[in-house]
């Protein structure tokens, strides 16, 4: 039986000091039915120059040209994916080690089958396991989700859906309540798929963090109205405490 093609997309726009540590983690993967798709917005810092040194690779494909935001590229990587599965890894985010796509490859079978992640922090490091115990449903009534970094999706199943672009933060987790919503199969692995970038990305980024929050309950209140009033008043006092708190930080 053929292993399925999986296909791996990083969109960027001016991220040259992370660029190249990325498209190598991708590349030292030991999975063989892989294609990388390199989704650049017309960068002007280097990166560019950075992502053509690795064009003499079979199995990369590379686009430069002007988007309207970050999901607006990540769509565009999923129309071009020629892979049975798909996964997003951003500039600045790697593989937890070259043989992560093989060990989770006989596990993609589900619509969505994800991993563990290990999240990278200014105080250090910590991996995230979104197990039996974190029931999906509930992780998403928190206002959370599974990294998109560890995150293998069915590309018709993603296509199906695709991401919303009128969100500017939360797309990700949007595309997952409507998939939940929607009854696809979901698979969780215990594996250590993605060391992620919690540093500089958008969403880790503390003053992005109401946008996201406000985001988050919009596509909450429009898939599952009844459980999103439920919770309105004690997640929103949740929300009150941790504000608190980073303020302090």
Known sequence: MQKPKVTVVTVCLNTV?????????????????????????????GTQEAIRRYEGDARVRTVFERDTGLYNAMNKGLDLCRGQYILYMNSGD??????????????????????????????????????????LMWLLLSGRMMSHQSLFTRTEVMRRFRFDEQYRISADYDFVVRAKKSKCSIKYV?????????????????????????????SLRENYPGFYYLIKIPKGLVRVVRRSYERRK
């Open 17 to 45: 000091d992370t660029i190249a540590a990325t498209m190598e983690s991708v590349l030292a993967q030991t999975y063989e039915n892989l294609e990388y798709l390199v989704i650049d917005g017309m960068s002007t810092d």
């Open 94 to 135: 790697l593989f937890y080690d070259e043989k992560v796509v093989e060990d989770i490859a006989p596990y993609l079978q589900a619509d969505l089958v994800y991993g563990n992640t290990l999240r990278r922090k200014e105080n250090g490091e910590q991996i995230e396991k979104y197990h039996g115990k974190y029931k």
């Open 190 to 218: 215990d594996c250590t798929v993605s060391i992620m970038n919690n540093i500089e990305g958008i969403s880790a980024q503390v003053e992005n963090y109401d946008i996201m929050r406000a985001e988050d309950d919009r």
